[in-house]
């Protein structure tokens, strides 16, 4: 079959000659050598021109696949806290290890009968699978841990991971940003190497930020009572130990780092699991993760849930339709789908509500054993996913969803009329041997 798609692939190099270019000749297949009483074989009709388009609109999707990011100063960080905690995340988990048994049962009993146990996180810096409800706490522990190593690209990630409101991180850094600017240009200027801690402005853009006061020790400065000019009073102030003043260099590049870092976050796990065809494919039970509710709400809404069918007979306007539909897709985070292959197999992910359309078919396309070969995903009902665009809660594919994977139909007429056939499953091998069982 691969050989049949290659074949399709150098049909359309021949035909998409640019402008003032010559169409290039197809390759001349060799004379078979002339044996006794062998069959003259039949010439095989070449790809249908709607094949072509398919096939060439699989090709165009895989050369638009992301490019790899080249490595920043932040990620450079990043990995030098992944390597120095990941032997401390291995000691902690071999102390936990003794008590191990009791927990675990716990969290067995309470997700049991469960489609997924949960919505889990991968931190960045430890490339630990944590719970949606541990993840802020391991990733502050894990900054805060590296602190003791590397106290500046620590206290950056501080400030810009632990402060919510990224308006006023932005402001602080630039601040902070000027004060280091006027040390640098102006070495000599002993009145730049001061900072006053009581200052309205160090008080409304700095002081409020976590992590400043950390990176002003890190990088040089120490706190100091100097006395108020013509008063016996004293004040707290930052100043500049004096061999800093010699690694202004050291300064400039602490800039540019605390300009340059992001806020650390977690990455989704998908939580990928392939299942044996099953009956029970389109049943699902969801922990309380997925909603964007507390356990009274999801109460509450039951019961709105039962009201509504005894009002579903009443004339509603399109204005109270559409308010419900933005309050029925506000109430999830996160969506669990399934995608049933035509051999029954099933492909499991968890996803955010709000993530495009365009991310599910790249899962799909990963889990591929001929990634290249142009597909359809059918939500519930038939209807083909064709805008990518569109969020999961925009699809009504929130907080799960069954959807039908099927091959292009241009692309699978041919392969029929070439006489060839799909042998196998289209899944990778490699999650065929993961395979587990529905229940």
Request: negative net charge; charged residues 30%.
């Amino acid at each position: 079959m691969r050989k049949f798609f290659q074949d399709i692939k150098a049909d359309m190099k021949f035909k998409t000659a640019g402008p003032g270019q010559k169409l290039a000749e197809p390759p001349r297949e060799r004379a078979p050598k002339e044996k006794p009483k062998a069959a003259t074989p039949k010439s095989r009709q070449g790809p249908t021109d709607e094949a072509q388009m398919a096939a060439a609109a699989a090709l165009a999707r895989l050369e638009q696949k992301p490019k790899p990011w080249l490595p920043s100063s932040q990620d450079a960080i990043k990995s030098q806290v992944k390597k120095e905690l990941m032997a401390e995340a291995a000691a902690s988990e071999r102390g936990l290890s003794t008590d191990h048994k009791g927990p675990v049962s716990a969290v067995e009993e309470e997700t049991a009968g469960l489609s997924v146990s949960g919505v889990y996180f991968i931190c960045p810096l430890t490339g630990a699978t944590v719970r949606k409800d541990q993840k802020e706490a391991h990733i502050k522990e894990a900054i805060l841990l590296h602190s003791s190593r590397d106290p500046v690209a620590a206290s950056i990630m501080e400030i810009h991971t632990f402060n919510r409101d990224q308006e006023k991180v932005k402001l602080g850094v630039e601040t902070i940003a000027k004060y280091l600017d006027n040390i640098h240009l102006h070495p000599e200027e002993e009145k730049y190497q001061k900072i006053k801690l009581q200052n309205k402005v160090f008080q409304e853009r700095i002081n409020c930020l976590e992590g400043t006061h950390e990176f002003f020790q890190a990088i040089g400065f120490e706190k100091e009572m100097l006395p108020v000019p013509g008063q016996e009073a004293t004040e707290e102030y930052y100043v500049l130990k004096e061999e800093v003043l010699t690694k202004l260099e050291d300064l400039k590049d602490y800039k540019e780092q605390l300009l340059s870092c992001e806020p650390v976050k977690a990455q989704l796990d998908r939580q990928l699991c392939v299942f044996k065809p099953s009956p029970q494919a389109a049943q699902f039970e969801l922990p309380h993760d997925f909603y964007n509710l507390t356990a009274e709400e999801l109460k509450r809404e039951q019961r709105l849930r039962t009201e509504a069918v005894e009002k579903a007979s009443m004339l509603r306007t399109k204005a109270m339709r559409e308010r419900e539909e933005q309050r029925e897709m506000r109430k999830y985070n996160y969506t669990l789908l399934r995608v049933r292959f035509p051999d029954g197999y099933i492909l499991q992910g968890t996803f955010y509500a709000r993530e495009p359309v365009a991310v599910l078919y790249w899962f799909v396309r990963e889990a591929l054993r001929d990634d290249w070969m142009p597909f359809e995903l059918l939500a519930p009902g038939g209807v083909k996913l064709t805008d990518e665009n569109l969020a999961f809660n925009e699809c009504g594919l929130v907080p799960s969803a069954l959807l039908t994977f099927t091959w292009d139909a241009a692309v699978m007429a041919d392969i029929k009329a070439s006489g060839e056939e799909q042998k196998g499953s289209p899944l990778k091998p490699e999650l065929l041997s993961a395979v587990q069982i529905l229940s």
